[in-house]
């Protein structure tokens, strides 16, 4: 009886559990686990903000997974909700029938309404695109950072990785300079 009463002690609810403790749990929150690097690339960002994501049982288990897909995907807000398109999560291996998703749905991103009237707002008067950044797991939940961005043109693309370029190789110098000795 005593061992009964023992193991009740550390459930779930009681301190010292499993989850949230430990490097592990520390790991998992700071991993993203997918990001558009892309969106960085053809979009200029102007606002980010971070959102929670509706999802079924089984697409939880194919994000821990690792297994999704961000390439082309887009926020619309419909009817003052802010719906997430164009985002691929595979079906997760064991679960069939019941537990099965439609692997390309559309799915509900949660924000404040002041956060999406702004966001409506915005993105109607100035031509901007809503796009995700990445997701990632924060306490046991999924987010999604998404994006308010302005596309860019090709020369804009390049002009972009000019300056990149140029801050690296700035940097390199900077760092082989503090060094005592040279880059090259």
Not at 22 to 50: C, F, W
Not at 73 to 88: K, N, P, Q, T
Request: with cysteine.
């Amino acid at each position: 009886m005593a061992a009964a009463k023992k193991k009740g002690a550390t459930g779930a609810g009681a301190s010292g559990g499993a989850k949230g403790s430990g490097k592990q749990a520390a790991a998992e929150m700071s991993r993203p686990v997918a990001s558009n690097r892309r969106a960085r690339h053809d979009y200029e960002i102007l606002d980010t903000v971070e959102c929670g994501m509706v999802l079924q049982g089984s697409e939880v288990k194919s994000l821990r997974a690792g297994r999704i897909a961000l390439q082309d995907s887009y926020a619309r807000i419909i009817d003052g909700e802010m719906w997430l398109f164009g985002v691929h999560v595979p079906p997760y291996a064991q679960a069939n029938g019941f537990g099965a998703h439609d692997p390309d749905r559309k799915r509900k991103l949660m924000l404040h309404r002041r956060q999406i009237d702004e966001w409506m707002g915005r993105s109607q008067q100035q031509s901007l695109t809503m796009v995700p950044l990445s997701i990632y797991f924060k306490e046991g939940r999924a987010k999604v950072e998404m994006a308010l961005a302005r596309g860019r043109r090709q020369y804009d693309k390049r002009h972009a990785i000019a300056t990149r370029d140029a801050g690296r190789e700035a940097a390199r110098e900077a760092r082989a300079a503090s060094k005592g000795g040279s880059f090259r």
